[in-house]
């Protein structure tokens, strides 16, 4: 490793031995050597690469070895570097089996929140690219299909979902109160973004985009009469919170398809910065299930209503999959339903 004073040998001997010892169930002797005073500054540089193992046995729960690794791994949170304490927790977070994917957010959430707030103001990134990972690993777990299946969360989403929002919620109330929001011009209905912006709101949008169309899309609310305490319902709520407390204007993103900035030749930023696909999941959101509809003025006219979301509801009509074509026939039917009894 760069800087850390030890050869690319040291550093491989180092691994594999630290590694197979923990395997082979010498944790308790591995721990003596990891807290010994003397070998911190070796800890401090490779200590990092014992994450795999300590996760494994971690995960495991019922290890003989489970205080020690737990030992183990919460004194290397404490002492290694974090932009390597990042890395490593991240590629463990990568699993394709469910039951695995649901455990190892579960178990490693906090740890890498507690890395990405140790980053101070250099975090924007770091935390784009951990919120990135973990929708995509939420995206390989099934969707409840019923009111029964939210209820009980067999596939565990809703769990992760509430996690995932304890986990940013410290950063969105960074975001909120760095002082450095758009102007007042980026809460009308015509702007949006901006150039004063930080990186880390731009984060945090693109997080909140990528949410409204994995898994938000692929998931059919119920209403409060039907399930009065909703975990993916509440997820969605938060989700928009979010939208707003960075700065953004809901009515302004709904009604871009008739609010955008005039078209530019091979500009592509606001197409990129708001996915239309998002904006179509938001709108259903907005209108259907009536989340976050008191931020709407109440001057708009039904028939404006129906013109700015013909393009979303005409992006979920051309979708493939069933529930898609069903939100997309279902936010039809309301607007034209808001016309008619005009």
Not at 179 to 205: F, I, P, Y
Not at 265 to 284: I, M, N
Not at 302 to 316: A, M, Q, T, W, Y
Request: hydrophobic share 40%; aromatic share 6%.
């Amino acid at each position: 490793l760069p800087g850390d004073g030890y050869s690319s040998e040291e550093h491989d001997v180092f691994t594999t031995a630290g590694r197979t010892c923990i395997e082979e169930g010498h944790s308790p002797q591995v721990l003596s050597i990891v807290l010994d005073e003397k070998n911190q500054n070796l800890i401090r540089s490779l200590g990092w690469n014992l994450l795999p193992p300590l996760i494994q046995v971690l995960l495991k729960k019922e290890d003989k070895n489970l205080p020690q690794c737990l030992a183990m791994f919460n004194h290397l949170m404490e002492t290694c570097r974090p932009k390597e304490l990042l890395i490593g927790l991240l590629e463990q977070l990568e699993h394709d089996d469910p039951d695995g994917i649901a455990n190892r957010l579960h178990l490693l959430l906090s740890p890498l929140q507690k890395v990405l707030l140790s980053l101070g103001s250099r975090k924007a990134s770091s935390l784009g690219m951990t919120l990135s990972s973990v929708l995509d690993q939420l995206a390989k777990l099934p969707v409840p299909g019923t009111k029964e299946q939210e209820e009980d969360d067999i596939f565990s989403l809703c769990r992760c979902c509430a996690e995932l929002m304890d986990f940013v919620r410290p950063f969105v109330l960074e975001a909120r109160q760095s002082g450095r929001a758009r102007g007042d011009s980026c809460k009308s209905l015509g702007g949006l973004g901006g150039d004063n912006e930080d990186e880390l709101q731009t984060e945090l949008l693109k997080f909140c985009m990528k949410a409204l169309s994995q898994p938000l899309l692929e998931v059919q609310l119920r209403d409060p009469d039907t399930l009065p305490l909703s975990p993916l319902r509440a997820f969605a709520t938060e989700i928009l919170d979010i939208v707003s407390a960075i700065g953004e204007s809901l009515p302004a993103l709904v009604f871009l398809p008739l609010l955008k900035r005039k078209q530019v030749p091979g500009f592509l930023e606001e197409e990129v910065r708001y996915p239309k696909t998002s904006l179509a999941s938001l709108a259903h959101l907005v209108f259907v299930h009536h989340l976050a509809a008191d931020t709407f003025p109440s001057v708009f006219s039904p028939v404006f209503c129906l013109r700015g979301n013909l393009e979303h509801v005409s992006l979920l009509l051309s979708r493939t999959e069933d529930l898609g074509l069903l939100k997309g026939l279902v936010s039809y039917r309301v607007f034209l339903l808001v016309c008619v009894c005009v």
